[in-house]
């Protein structure tokens, strides 16, 4: 048997080649095992919230611990209203409202022309607009009963920063 050995290590080129091998094949089992368990956590996804807390009001513990109350019993309420308003209109009928407002945008329309453009493409149904109305009211009232279940929980001095930032807004 004719050994050659590496120039860099005194062992023959075969052993440094299986060991090469061995560590590689480690490092590709590692990836192929690890991917999984990163992409699966990059697919969870949070929540959905109820309640959107500016950052210029800090909660202290308790107030924190009612908001993810509230947001765990008013959170899947809000996605699944907006789950179904979002099937109401076809997917046929979703394209042509977005080629519509294209055209509209290409020939200079803005604001309620832009608007009466799509609409006028979406030719939704009589059921489709009394269902529609349907969640815009169940969405309302649930957002009523946020609201107030919030306000109740913030202090007189975070409400006011509230209000005084949307006054500024305006």
């Known amino acids: 048997m004719n050994l050659t050995f590496s120039p860099l290590f005194n062992e023959p080129a075969e052993i440094i080649m299986k060991k090469t091998i061995t560590i590689l094949s480690a490092c590709f089992l590692a990836v192929a095992f690890v991917a999984p368990a990163v992409a699966a956590d990059k697919k969870k996804k949070k929540a959905p919230t109820a309640v959107k807390v500016p950052k210029s009001i800090e909660l202290s513990a308790d107030q924190k611990t009612k908001l993810d109350a509230l947001n ?9 209203c907006k789950k179904k308003a979002n099937s109401i209109i076809t997917a046929d009928q979703k394209k042509a409202r977005t080629e ?6 290409a020939d200079g329309k803005k604001g309620k022309e832009l608007r009466a453009a799509a609409d006028a493409a979406l ?5 489709q607009k009394a269902q529609q109305a349907e969640c815009r009211k169940a969405t309302s009232a649930l957002q009523k009963q946020i609201r107030t279940q919030f306000a109740a929980l913030l202090t007189d001095e975070q409400k006011a920063k509230i209000k005084a930032g ?3 807004k305006n």
């Open 72 to 80: 765990k019993e008013f959170g899947p309420k809000l996605a699944e």
């Open 100 to 105: 519509a407002m294209k055209k509209a945008k």
């Open 123 to 127: 030719a939704i149904t009589a059921d």
């Open 166 to 168: 949307k006054k500024k």
